[in-house]
DNA sequence: TATAACTCCGACTCTTTCGGTCGTATTTAG
DNA sequence: CTAAATACGACCGAAAGAGTCGGAGTTATA
């Protein structure tokens, strides 16, 4: 559960695949496909929707391919996970015209809400350029886990 | 996408009357479906999971139903979505045994593994008797959108 | 200029998971 | 013994997922 899908997977690849060969000019969709081992006609329609929300630049022909349109540090995982997999939200019972559906007496609506705002901007600080293999570089969490009994007051989570 | 299951928020829902309702007895499963007008047989299959591993403590018999077995302040939503939906992990790659299946050259693994670990920071951190409808209790998020183009050094989220 | 190679693009099918239903057995109060 | 409630398993339809196929477009090269 609350996993993104593969989809989305395969696209943070792809973006960081690019954003390591910007210099070497544009790389196919064969080309990172097969760099990382996955099927290259289903990344090719996942550049495909990067492309349509402007994410990423297609190149036709020969020696053609995809590239990034803006630098990798101002690309976030949230954009490229939601140009791929859509809005998202933490509960199926906020939809995207806002409310309950089945039930108006939905009391854990605005909790979750709260929530999912706040996943929304662990992944909007997240950048494209941060995607290395140093985890020192993103400490996202500064707190243990609750010992149930005390309420602490304040807790915090720092974001790079 | 990321949206946990149906049976994670009608579980949420069901802990959270039972949490209310704790002072009149052991509440059916027909009852607290009815109030949400979700169908009962499915939130009984919900409310067993839930007796499974402990949070509820089932009663047979006329006048039975399900009671919490712990203080709801000290039940986690987290607790509460791990035992109908399973372990979370965000990413496909990252499996219950550890790695990547398919390709030992995904470059992603550790920044999302990162991000895994906060969400579920924050999950552990809401807990049933928070989950009223006054959002000011919860102010999980401190921080306004992104603007690309400036670079904020170091953002907060604060939790509770 | 014309051909051919290489790329992107959109529609389609198959598989898996999810959500919900039904039926039967078990337990307990009256 | 009967009524009311949970416990448990199997089953079915719907939906979203992952992947595949052929076609359109573009550029290099002879």
């Known amino acids: 559960m609350l996993k993104l899908t593969k989809k989305a997977d395969y696209g943070l690849m792809a973006m960081k695949h690019l954003a390591e060969h910007s210099n070497h000019g544009a790389c196919s969709a064969k080309d990172v496909a097969e760099a990382y081992g996955i099927p290259h006609e289903a990344l090719a329609k996942i550049l495909q929707r990067l492309a349509k929300v402007g994410l990423v630049r297609s190149q036709h022909g020969m020696n053609g391919g995809y590239t990034l349109t803006r630098d990798p540090k101002m690309i976030s995982a949230f954009e490229v996970i939601k140009a791929i997999d859509g809005p998202l939200f933490i509960t199926s ?9 089945q039930s108006d007496r939905c009391t854990i609506r605005e909790p979750l809400r709260k929530v999912n705002e706040s996943i929304e901007q662990v992944l909007k600080n997240i950048k494209i350029s941060q995607m290395k293999e140093e985890p020192e570089i993103i400490d996202l969490v500064k707190q243990e886990e609750k010992k149930p009994g005390d309420r602490k007051p304040a807790e915090l989570i720092t974001i790079s």
């Open 93 to 101: 019972c906020v939809t995207v015209r806002g409310e309950c559906d």
